[in-house]
C-alpha cells in the first residue's frame, strides 16, 4: 500500500528546521499487518518533545525514521490473532506496547516493558519486524508507531479503543502528553484534599499534569513556567497561583507534590527545592542525555522527602486511557485547551521549531 508520511533524514541539522528540512515528506509503501498488528487510516498526530528530540540528535534513533507517535485513527484492517479491536474502532496509540509477559509489565506501570523498550530502540514494532520501505529500502518505525503518516502498521499492543465520541484530535492527545502528565499525577504524585501539587514546566506533558491536578479535589494548584504566555494560560486552566522559577526560588514557594515536566536541569533543580516537609517530587521530563544537576541532599534525609522517576505517567495504556477519555467526555478534562495549533502534514518542520522555541503546548497534524 503507498503512503506519505514525514521521515526524519539526518539528526541535529541547524535550525530553523523550516531551511535545514531534515524531515521530509516522503511517499512510502507499507506492508499489510502480521498476525499480531492492525492497519489504522490516521486521523490526528501530535507533535510532541520526543519527537523534536530525535530531530535534534538527544534521542538519538536508527534512519532513516518515520515520525510520530503521539496519534488517533480509524481501523481498517486486523491480524489473524487480534483480539478486543475491530475494523472501524477509533484507537488511540500508545507509544511505548506492553508484551504482558515481562517482570516489567507486572509492576502495574512503574517500569516500562522491556520487549516493547527494545523495539522501540531497534525501530521496530513488537514483534520485531518493519512494515516501511522506501525505493526497496527499509524505513524504520518510531516508537511502535509511525503516526506522521496517512497509515500506520501497528502492534494492537500500541493501540487502545476510545469511544467514537472522543474527537480524533483529542484522542490522539490522550496517548502521550495526557497519558504521561496525568499519570504523573494520578499514579505517582497521588495528591490528597489537603496537599498543594505544583507542576514545573508548562508544556504540553506539563499543561496534561497541571488539567489533571485541577480535575481532583486538591487544596492548590501551583503553575512554573519562564514564559508570561504559558502562565496565564494556566490560570485560565485551573491554576490557583503561578510563579517564574526565580520568584519561586526567591519567594521559597513550596508544596507537597511536585512535577517536574520541562526535561531540563534547572527545571529539575527549581522542583526540587520547592519540595515541602515530608513532600515527594515526581520526575516525568526526559533531559538530554548528558545533562547533570547539582542538589543537596541533605533535605531527602532531614525533611523526609522522595524524589520519584515516572516514565510514561507510569500507565498501564488499556486501563489509563480510556478513564482520561471518560473525564473528557465528563466535562472535567479539558484536553481541548491543550491543543494551541492544528497543522498540515506538510507543516511538520514549521512545527518543531515552533516547539523548540517553546511557543506551542500542543501542535497537532488532521489528516484528510
Known amino acids: 500500500m503507498r503512503i506519505r508520511g514525514a521521515v526524519l533524514e539526518e539528526m541535529d541539522r541547524p535550525r530553523p528546521y523550516t531551511a535545514s528540512r531534515p524531515i521530509t515528506i516522503s511517499d512510502l509503501e507499507l506492508d499489510p499487518p502480521g498476525p ?147 499519570g504523573a499525577v494520578l499514579n505517582v504524585a497521588r495528591p490528597g484534599p489537603e496537599d498543594s501539587i505544583m507542576i514545573v514546566g508548562l508544556g504540553g506533558v506539563g499543561m496534561a499534569a497541571l488539567i489533571t491536578a485541577a480535575s481532583q479535589d486538591v487544596r492548590e494548584v501551583i503553575a512554573v513556567d519562564t514564559l508570561p504566555a504559558k502562565l496565564q494560560r494556566a490560570r485560565e486552566l485551573g491554576a490557583h497561583r503561578t510563579f517564574t522559577p526565580q520568584e519561586v526560588a526567591e519567594q521559597g514557594i513550596t508544596a507537597d507534590r511536585v512535577i517536574e515536566a520541562a526535561g531540563h536541569p534547572r527545571a529539575f533543580e527549581t522542583a526540587f527545592a520547592a519540595i515541602g516537609f515530608g513532600g515527594t517530587m515526581v520526575t516525568v521530563g526526559l533531559p538530554a542525555p548528558g545533562a547533570t544537576v547539582t542538589i543537596p541532599p541533605l533535605p531527602i534525609t532531614a525533611k523526609a522527602q522522595s524524589v520519584i522517576g515516572c516514565y510514561l505517567g507510569s500507565a498501564v495504556p488499556r486501563r489509563d486511557i480510556p478513564a482520561y477519555a471518560q473525564l473528557y467526555l465528563e466535562g472535567k478534562l479539558p484536553v481541548d485547551a491543550l491543543i494551541s495549533r492544528r497543522i498540515r502534514l506538510e507543516d511538520v518542520c514549521s512545527a518543531m521549531d515552533q516547539l523548540a522555541d517553546g511557543e506551542a503546548i500542543r501542535q497537532v497534524i488532521l489528516f484528510d
Open 36 to 182: 499480531t498488528e492492525i492497519l489504522v487510516r490516521m486521523e490526528a498526530a501530535g507533535v510532541c518533545h520526543s519527537d523534536l528530540s530525535v530531530v535534534d540528535g538527544n534521542r538519538p534513533r536508527p534512519l532513516p525514521m518515520l515520525l510520530g507517535h503521539e496519534s488517533a485513527g480509524r481501523v481498517e484492517e486486523i491480524g489473524a490473532e487480534v483480539e478486543g479491536i475491530t475494523v472501524g474502532d477509533r484507537v488511540v496509540m500508545s507509544f511505548l506496547p506492553r508484551c504482558g509477559r515481562c517482570r516489567e509489565c507486572a509492576t502495574d506501570g512503574r517500569l516500562p516493558c522491556s520487549a516493547g523498550s527494545a523495539a522501540n530502540n531497534a525501530g521496530t514494532l513488537l514483534g520485531g519486524g518493519r512494515r516501511i520501505t522506501r525505493d526497496g529500502e527499509p524505513v524504520h518505525h518510531h516508537l511502535g508507531v509511525s503516526g506522521f503518516a496517512t497509515r500506520a502498521v501497528v502492534d494492537a499492543a500500541s493501540a487502545v479503543v476510545v469511544p467514537e465520541a472522543v474527537p480524533p484530535d483529542i484522542a490522539a492527545v490522550l496517548g502521550c502528553a495526557v497519558l504521561t502528565g496525568g
